[in-house]
């Protein structure tokens, strides 16, 4: 897009801007309602860094949710792009339908572990299976948080709720069930994991397929007690990276240099390149048995498993399997969308 | 029932009389038997001999097995309402043979498979006409041949075809101009079938002297005419109205409509430089899911549309609640049907017209249309996006199993020749020079209808967040009351701008009598004959209105006012669109007298003239008590 967003307030001094030319403040938001501590305004604010470090341009970018504390976060960042905030569980169906109908454009959905794992599971079952291009964040806390502290289907066995009840079934591995229906890209981080979930999101944002990013992120008025698994305290004591996650953007004024050494790298198809370091060196994000085979094996050692999980940037995504013109379809001129007079007349012929 | 409303009075009952190009003729086969061909080549001949036609096809909600009937109705008047009795059967399927025979009006004629001894002693009707054709054994000469074998099911129902072409007076040169045409591309198939009818025209020629007196005969009714279901024209309005979008999930009847549409946009939706598609079709996961593909697609700004069934507008409920407050142009076909669940489920009905009107929670009502013809499933199908654009909210488009699914005789349809009116879009320039003066649902020309942006729009001002209930002008987060107060009231100004916009009524006033019959949809073809049939044979005069959409428009009032007793016509058992009615022009609310048919098929016009009648008697019993 060639026209440029006017800054909102001329600046003095020439503010820091990323390489589009925007500050930082044109990826804010509005200011957050959720409560003091919330795991969820940290993942906002990584978000706002990933976008403004990637410099996706605001007004091309589409954001969408279902319902939930989680679901009312994309209020909270980029003011200057457009927002959709849904019915609950049902954020994959318009992000599908919005973005198929304008391809050109960025799509991040928020959603929470009620939104997608209970409400929600069918479409979010559906959406990785069609490789919409979107990047899918979970906001997980194991509770539903917007309707007072109930369990949600990630909440582990033996999880207590605040008043002492205690969750008796097996929690959904949004991650897992993400590989085994063919995600592209599947990631786990945590809220408390800063620089690991800003690179992890700058990494979803460059995967062409659907990125889905199940991010542990504590509920501090339903949660965080004695007792809780999704809890700060118990998050930061199980969590174990399997590598670092070194991502570099491919831009047109920075080539960057790849380090060479005993990593495995994974090429993108819009020029960007994930290198994976692995505290496991042999994790190997492309082996999809290895990649489910680690993740039973973190539950069964009680741990939460982040990093990039599990990548395919080879497969097709939606927009190429419809075999659409890639185009926006929202202002087509009326010759491409009305055939002419012969069409009709040939059709009514056929029908005589 | 009075004696008086035998539909047969008049007619030929002894086979004596001939009758020209008025009859009702049935086809009873099992479902999956392959006779929908052969029963599509017996209308289409009598189409081509110019002689107005049309078919329904009653078929059970299972793939092989269950019976299936298909009627066609030839009517020189150019009536094409189903009718009650019929005159010709032609009994093919074991299952149904005794039945379809005991329900048979006295004096008809049946064609049937001899091996099924309809005439056996003490089964035969003495008061009904029998034709004996060993079908099954006529089928083994033509398909003798091993690769032929399998064939024989099939082929055996064009032979019906050719025995009636022959006892009714059809030209079985139109009939094989059909199978052509029916068959296209497959000439060894043609070959067969038209062996077929040949020889069931030979055999019928050869055993029976006596024809049947139900006669076709040529005549000049269907020139330049087309021969389609309803929901074949509805996607092809869709095509020439300019949808991008589309997302389903398969439902009897609706299944079709994006069928067809998927059809039509791989001839005429390919680009001619790139050979990719500027159209997306998606079969979604669920009714929940389609309508938000379709909400997701409108608010990024294409013309996006879904088509299903009751059981489907129940489950999209929630998000079409969210396009109304979200404003959200979207297009939702509601192709009706019996439900819920199994059992009559590919029977027709009028029965959601409160489930759409009204559909979803809080305050929201909806406009509806109502298409009663292939043409106007065509021409509404681009009215249908107009409207959604220019509103910015769903509208229902409220079809039928009847007109989605049977086959109708239409004029051929009109080429469109508006541009697509796509509604009060701001781009970035309009943007610009408003300088932030832009809200995404203020009231600025007084009609209630807001101007919005699409997304991608490149300026800083033109993105808004969307969200169901607590915005003000501004598109911002609020949860004042008045500001919510504000915004439903400027809703409801919104629909009452869509009140003046929605397609006019159709009305008939050539006798200015004091009562009239209104009907919507299907309901048109059984009302409009009855109401001739009742000036004519009773001497009840009765002016008409068919109701084109919702919500109710002037005209249509005007009218209401005019007639001080008013016959609703509808295929519900509930009075739907009566209680609409009632609650809209409480004032006129004893006017309306409901006349309802809900035994899942298509109305006939006996069901009409017994409700005016029956209402008579009582106003007559009442002034004289
Ligand atoms: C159809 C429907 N059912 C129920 C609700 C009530 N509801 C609102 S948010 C929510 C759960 C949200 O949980 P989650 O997605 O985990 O988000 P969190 O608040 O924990 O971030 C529920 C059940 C609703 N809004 N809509
Ligand atoms: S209730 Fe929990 S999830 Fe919701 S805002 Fe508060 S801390 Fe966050
Ligand atoms: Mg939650």
Redesign the interface.
């Known amino acids: 897009?060639?026209?440029q967003?006017?800054a909102?307030s001329p600046a003095p001094a020439a503010p820091k801007t990323n390489h589009i030319g925007l500050p930082k403040a044109?990826y804010e938001g509005?200011k957050s309602t959720l409560c003091l501590g919330c795991g969820h305004d940290v993942i906002t604010k990584q978000i706002i860094n990933a976008l403004y470090e990637m410099g996706l341009e605001?007004?091309?970018v589409?954001k969408?949710s279902g319902i939930g504390c989680s679901s009312k976060t994309?209020?909270y960042f980029l003011?200057?792009?457009?927002?959709?905030?849904?019915?609950h569980g049902?954020m994959?169906?318009?992000?599908?339908?919005?973005?198929?109908?304008?391809p050109?454009?960025h799509g991040i959905g928020v959603s929470g572990d009620g939104d997608t794992a209970s409400i929600g599971i069918?479409?979010f079952?559906?959406v990785v299976r069609r490789n919409l291009p979107l990047v899918y964040i979970i906001e997980d806390n194991g509770v539903y948080g917007l309707t007072k502290g109930q369990f949600s289907a990630t909440a582990d066995i033996g999880a207590k709720q605040k008043g002492g009840a205690v969750n008796d079934f097996i929690p959904i591995d949004c991650c897992s069930l993400a590989i085994e229906l063919g995600g592209t890209f599947v990631a786990r981080s945590f809220s408390g994991d800063m620089k690991q979930l800003q690179l992890i999101l700058e990494a979803a944002i460059a995967h062409k397929g659907t990125a889905i990013i199940d991010v542990i992120s504590p509920c501090v008025t339903f949660n965080d007690h004695e007792g809780s698994t999704k809890s700060y305290k118990y998050s930061k004591e199980h969590d174990t990276p399997v590598h670092e996650v070194g991502f570099v953007p491919f831009f047109e004024e920075t080539l960057a240099e790849i380090p060479a050494g005993d990593s495995k790298e994974v090429a993108f198809p819009d020029g960007s390149v994930l290198k994976f370091r692995g505290v496991g060196r042999d994790y190997d994000p492309t082996d999809k048995e290895k990649a489910l085979k680690t993740i039973h094996e973190s539950h069964g050692k009680q741990e939460i498993l982040t990093g990039i999980l599990y990548v395919d940037p080879s497969k097709p995504t939606f927009s190429e399997l419809?075999?659409?013109?890639?185009e926006?379809?929202?202002?087509?001129p009326?010759e491409?969308?009305?055939?002419g007079?012969e069409?009709?007349?040939e059709?009514?012929e056929s029908?005589? | 029932m009075s004696s008086v409303l035998t539909e047969t009075t008049s007619r030929a009952g002894a086979s004596s009389e001939v009758v020209a190009n008025d009859f009702s003729l049935q086809v009873a086969t099992a479902n999956g038997s392959g006779s929908q061909t052969a029963n599509s080549v017996l209308m289409r001949s009598i189409f081509r001999m110019g002689v107005p036609v049309s078919g329904k096809n009653l078929f059970p909600s299972n793939i092989q097995g269950l019976p299936t009937w298909f009627t066609i109705r030839a009517n020189k008047d150019g009536y094409i309402a189903r009718k009650r009795d019929l005159d010709v059967l032609v009994c093919m399927n074991p299952e149904t043979a005794d039945d379809d025979v005991r329900e048979a009006r006295a004096g008809a004629f049946v064609v049937y498979e001899k091996k099924l001894g309809l005439e056996n002693p003490g089964r035969k009707r003495d008061d009904l006409t029998y034709y004996a054709v060993p079908f099954s054994e006529l089928v083994v000469k033509i398909t003798s041949a091993p690769e032929h074998a399998k064939l024989r099911k099939l082929i055996v129902n064009m032979v019906y075809v050719g025995v009636v072409a022959d006892l009714m007076g059809i030209d079985l040169e139109e009939t094989e101009k059909a199978i052509a045409k029916q068959l296209k591309g497959k000439p060894k198939a043609i070959d067969l079938n038209i062996t077929a009818a040949r020889l069931g025209l030979d055999y019928a020629k050869a055993n029976f002297p006596s024809k049947i007196p139900f006669r076709v005969e040529r005549m000049n009714a269907t020139q330049?005419?087309?021969?389609?279901e309803g929901n074949a024209a509805a996607a092809?309005g869709c095509?020439?109205?300019?949808?991008?979008?589309c997302?389903w999930y398969p439902i009897t009847p609706s299944s079709s409509l994006c069928e067809s549409f998927i059809d039509?946009c791989d001839?005429?939706?390919i680009?001619p430089v790139?050979k990719?598609?500027?159209?997306?079709i998606?079969q979604?996961?669920?009714e929940?899911?389609?309508?938000?593909?379709?909400?997701?697609?409108?608010?990024?700004?294409?013309?996006?549309f879904t088509s299903t069934s009751g059981p489907g507008i129940s489950l999209m409920s929630?998000?079409i609640g969210?396009g109304y407050y979200a404003e959200i142009p979207a297009v939702i076909f509601d192709i009706q049907r019996v439900g819920p669940s199994t059992g009559l489920p590919t029977r027709t009905m009028q029965g959601d017209i409160l489930l759409c009107y009204f559909n979803s929670h809080g305050d929201t009502k909806h406009p509806v249309l109502f298409p009663a013809s292939p043409e106007e499933c065509f021409t509404m199908a681009q009215e249908a996006f107009d409207l959604a654009e220019q509103l910015q909210c769903p509208i229902f488009v409220l079809s039928d199993l009847d007109l989605g699914m049977n086959t109708w005789m239409s004029d051929?349809?009109p080429?469109?020749t508006s541009?697509?009116k796509r509604g009060k879009v701001l781009d970035?320039d309009a943007i610009a020079k408003l300088k932030g003066g832009w809200g995404r649902y203020k009231d600025v020309d007084g009609d209630g209808i807001p101007y919005r942006t699409?997304?991608?729009?490149?300026?800083?001002y033109?993105?808004?967040?969307?969200?169901?209930s607590g915005h003000d002008e501004k598109a911002q987060?609020t949860e004042k009351p008045q500001d919510w107060v504000n915004n439903v009231n400027r809703i409801a100004r919104k629909f009452d701008t869509a009140r003046t916009m929605v397609p006019k009524p159709e009305i008939q006033d050539p006798f200015h009598a004091p009562a009239g019959i209104l009907a919507y949809g299907t309901s048109h073809y059984g009302s409009t004959e009855a109401r001739d049939k009742l000036a004519k044979d009773f001497g009840v005069q009765l002016d008409y209105c068919r109701l084109r959409a919702l919500p109710i428009n002037a005209e249509a009032a005007d009218w209401m006012r005019r007639h001080d007793r008013i016959y609703v016509v509808e295929q519900n058992r509930d009075a739907q669109l009566v209680t609409i009615l009632r609650d809209e022009f409480p004032e006129l609310a004893t006017r309306f007298v409901p006349v309802k048919q809900y035994n899942g098929l298509p109305l006939d016009a006996t069901t009409v003239i017994e409700g005016v009648l029956g209402d008579r008697d009582q106003q007559k019993q009442k002034r004289t008590a």
Do not use: C
């Open positions: 897009m060639s026209a967003p006017p909102p044109d509005a605001p007004h091309k589409a969408f994309p209020a003011n200057r792009a457009w927002g959709f905030n849904g019915v049902r994959p169906s318009t992000a599908t339908g919005a973005l198929v109908a304008n050109t454009l069918g479409q079952v559906h419809l075999g659409a013109t890639g926006s379809l929202t202002s087509l009326l491409k969308v009305r055939p007079r069409a009709l007349e059709i009514m029908l005589r | 330049g005419k087309i021969i389609i092809l095509v020439f109205g300019g949808a991008t979008v997302a039509f001839d005429l939706r680009d790139t990719k598609k500027n159209v997306t998606i979604a996961e669920d929940i899911a389609s309508i938000g593909i379709v909400l997701g697609a409108a608010w990024a700004g294409a013309r996006s929630e998000f969210l051929a349809f080429y469109p541009p697509l970035a699409l997304p991608g729009t490149p300026n800083a033109a993105a808004y967040f969307t969200r169901g987060y």
